[in-house]
């Protein structure tokens, strides 16, 4: 049986996809969940937020023989742009119960050979070798979290629509899409939605194509399961007229491009809002305070900095991450692991 896996996506960049990939891996780690992170980003963002610059450099440089295991995703599918397989990965310890198969900026070296291997997978007599580099993430991420025995998989990518996220949304059963309250999220959500059920499409032909496998495949599901708006990440400049406009418009967009809901059904909504999982307040100076101390700003003490009206707002953060953690893990059909009685009172008060 295979582990969920959960990915941050949108084709959008600037809309807090790795901050909220971070913050939400680390709030499933303390309600219980042991959660393995992989960095699919080749900017590699989420590794500089979890490691140091010494041991990130360490893990980047290290030259692993043919039978060591990689130490970053990167390492780990280097050999299949030759003629090897895939190395095992090497899953750094964050603390105990988070887990991370760290990022490579080399990994957009991989791109080319993931773009050759998508048509050949389905018009090849031996597809065995195409089918296995498209799925190497999927493969890596499995393997990662048996080795630390976890329970969900946290995935971050790039925000792009290129061969590298095509296969890191083949190994995604869920999809929780970032957004900002703006003209340009909700121009990418129709980019994203046609783009996401293509792709679905077209892996499941190649799965009918070969079969019987010669080892396991993803189902490629990717599943959208709602959106996040996160109001730090939209300009202090911008009228709140406009942002609360911009706001108005995503539920109907988001139905119809990522749902596929027509323009009727989208008017006949029940509860035009269900699809949001949470609208996050601004975090204003906290963002930088947490990323100077390397702990998401949920985490942040007296001795950090936070004090006062930032004490308050840190406890806030904790209750607002909490609560959409575990309502990710709700729409996932993830256990909760044992959340707290106030996060439930905060998601039904009555």
Request: hydrophobic fraction near 45%; aromatic fraction near 8%; glycine fraction near 8%.
């Amino acid at each position: 049986m295979s582990i969920p896996v959960l990915t941050f996506f949108n084709n959008k960049g600037g809309v807090g996809k790795t901050f909220l990939a971070y913050h939400i891996a680390w709030m499933m780690s303390e309600i219980g969940m042991k959660v393995l992170v992989c960095d699919l980003d080749p900017q590699a963002d989420l590794t500089s937020a979890f490691l140091t610059e010494d041991n990130r450099d360490e893990l980047w440089n290290a030259s692993p023989s043919i039978n060591a295991p990689g130490t970053t995703i990167f390492k780990c599918v280097e050999p299949l742009m030759e003629v090897g397989d895939l190395r095992s990965p090497h899953v750094e310890m964050v603390l105990p119960g988070l887990g991370l198969i760290p990022g490579d900026l080399a990994l957009s070296g991989f791109e080319d050979t993931l773009s050759e291997a998508w048509p050949k997978a389905l018009g090849s007599d031996n597809p065995y070798r195409w089918f296995r580099i498209l799925t190497a993430f999927w493969t890596l991420m499995q393997d990662g979290a048996r080795q630390m025995d976890a329970t969900v998989i946290v995935a971050d990518v790039g925000p792009n629509l290129g061969a590298i996220n095509r296969s890191a949304l083949i190994a995604a059963d869920f999809v929780v899409v970032p957004l900002a309250a703006d003209l340009f999220s909700l121009q990418g959500l129709r980019n994203l939605g046609p783009r996401l059920r293509s792709w679905r499409a077209d892996w499941a032909q190649r799965r009918a194509y070969w079969q019987p496998a010669k080892f396991p495949l993803p189902e490629g599901k990717m599943k959208p399961i709602g959106y996040v708006v996160q109001q730090h990440s939209v300009r202090m400049d911008r009228p709140m007229k406009a942002y609360d406009t911009w706001l108005a418009g995503i539920p109907q967009e988001y139905a119809r491009a990522v749902e596929g809901a027509d323009a009727i059904e989208t008017t006949r909504l029940p509860d035009k809002e269900f699809n949001r999982l949470a609208s996050l307040k601004h975090f204003r100076s906290l963002v930088p305070m947490a990323q100077e101390n390397r702990k998401p700003i949920f985490k942040l003490t007296s001795a950090d900095g936070a004090l006062g009206g930032h004490a308050r707002a840190v406890q806030d953060a904790r209750l607002d991450f909490q609560t959409l953690a575990v309502e990710i893990m709700k729409r996932a059909g993830i256990s909760d692991g044992g959340c707290s009685e106030e996060t439930h009172r905060r998601r039904d008060p009555a």
